[in-house]
Nanobody, 126 residues
C-alpha cells in the first residue's frame, strides 16, 4: 500500500504562485509514477500534470507553461504553480501508480492512478 500526503496549499491572489508537495511512502519509489489532479466545486476532477520515474512529464493544456511537476530524491513530488488564475481554485490531489505493464503518468485519467492523497486546498482570488 502506498500512502501519499499533500502539503503547500493556501490562498493567493491572481498572478501569484504556490508550490505543492506530495510525500509518498514506497520502498522502491522509482517504480511509481505521480499525477496531480484538481477538483473545483461542482466540477469533475481533472488531471493537470504527471511525471514518470524517468522524469518524463505531462501537462494539461490549461496549465502548460505555468505549472511544473518534479520528483526529488526524498520520495516527494512537487507541483510549482505560477501565474495562478481564479480558475485554478480547487482541491488538489496527488496520486500514484506502479510504473509497469505499460502504465505511464501520461494517461491523466483517474482510473490510471491507484493510490490517492487526501488533498490540499488552493484558492486563487481575483
Amino acid at each position: 500500500q502506498v500512502q501519499l500526503v499533500e502539503s503547500g496549499g493556501g490562498s493567493v491572489q491572481a498572478g501569484g504562485s504556490l508550490r505543492l508537495s506530495c510525500a509518498f511512502s514506497e520502498t522502491t519509489y522509482s517504480r511509481l509514477y505521480i499525477g496531480w489532479f484538481r477538483q473545483a466545486p461542482g466540477k469533475e476532477r481533472e488531471g493537470v500534470a504527471g511525471i514518470d520515474p524517468d522524469g518524463t512529464t505531462t501537462y494539461a493544456n490549461s496549465v502548460k507553461g505555468r505549472f511544473t511537476v518534479s520528483l526529488d530524491n526524498a520520495r516527494r513530488s512537487h507541483l510549482q504553480m505560477n501565474s495562478l488564475h481564479p480558475d485554478d481554485t480547487g482541491m488538489y490531489y496527488c496520486a500514484a501508480g506502479f510504473w509497469m505493464l505499460g502504465r505511464r503518468a501520461s494517461d491523466l485519467s483517474s482510473s490510471n492512478f491507484r493510490f490517492w492523497g487526501q488533498g490540499t486546498q488552493v484558492t486563487v482570488s481575483s
